[in-house]
T-cell receptor, first 112, second 113 residues
Framework: GQQVMQIPQYQHVQEGEDFTTYCNSS?????IQWYKQRPGGHPVFLIQ?????EVKKQKRLTFQFGEAKKNSSLHITATQTTDVGTYFC????????????FGRGTSLIVHP | DAGVIQSPRHEVTEMGQEVTLRCKPI?????LFWYRQTMMRGLELLIY????????DSGMPEDRFSAKMPNASFSTLKIQPSEPRDSAVYFC???????????FGPGTRLTVL
């Protein structure tokens, strides 16, 4: 089935710095979702992207879907300690399947 | 509204014992997923139910694992016999019909000694 690769695995930043995580697939994705998991918590849905080149914003978070629908990114502007956690992308296991494949996640550590 | 409910939140058991994890999805959601999360393997999908019917169980590690969904409001994941390598956090998630976003429960942290 389809696989999504996420980089980097870990990212340390100073509070106030920006952060970006990338998600890549070898095949075209019909959609992609992003989740956030706080330490000791459970994944929480953030957003879904479905259109080529789509850009969505949630306050300091900006999500992009590549023109070829094979990659996506999450950018956080001016990180805060509340942004700490692991950010996962998820794409369909195949075609338009409702079965998801999750990336390994990027763990964000914010130093005050 | 209540989210996905899982029980127990923590389970410590000895190798060879039977373990049953329980999940109550969000009312009205017709898709249910069981996941296992470990540091080594990340978040792995074990089984996916749609309208109470198992659609994909290719992620179930082996015959020691079984899952049921007798009705729309309840599912179980059973491990018999349990082994130390089964130690992980097990999440249940549900989705509404026609939607892909998943709502995760708080998870069950399983430790097999």
């Amino acid at each position: 089935g389809q696989q999504v690769m996420q980089i980097p695995q870990y990212q340390h930043v100073q509070e106030g710095e920006d952060f970006t995580t990338y998600c890549n697939s070898s095949t075209t994705l019909s959609n992609i979702q992003w989740y956030k998991q706080r330490p000791g918590g459970h994944p929480v849905f953030l957003i879904q992207l479905v259109k080529s080149g789509e850009v969505k914003k949630q306050k300091r978070l900006t999500f992009q879907f590549g023109e070829a629908k094979k990659n996506s990114s999450l950018h956080i502007t001016a990180t805060q300690t509340t942004d700490v956690g692991t950010y996962f992308c998820a794409g369909p296991a195949s075609g338009g399947s409702y079965i998801p494949t999750f990336g390994r996640g990027t763990s964000l550590i914010v130093h005050p | 509204d209540a989210g996905v409910i899982q029980s127990p939140r923590h389970e410590v058991t000895e190798m060879g014992q039977e373990v049953t994890l329980r999940c109550k999805p969000i009312s009205g959601h017709n898709s249910l997923f069981w996941y296992r999360q470990t540091m080594m393997r990340g978040l792995e999908l074990l089984i996916y139910f749609n309208n109470n019917v198992p659609i994909d169980d290719s992620g179930m590690p082996e015959d020691r694992f079984s899952a049921k969904m007798p009705n729309a409001s309840f599912s179980t994941l059973k491990i018999q016999p349990s082994e130390p390598r089964d130690s992980a956090v097990y999440f249940c998630a549900s989705s509404p019909s026609g939607r892909r976003e998943q709502f995760f429960g708080p998870g069950t942290r399983l430790t097999v000694l």
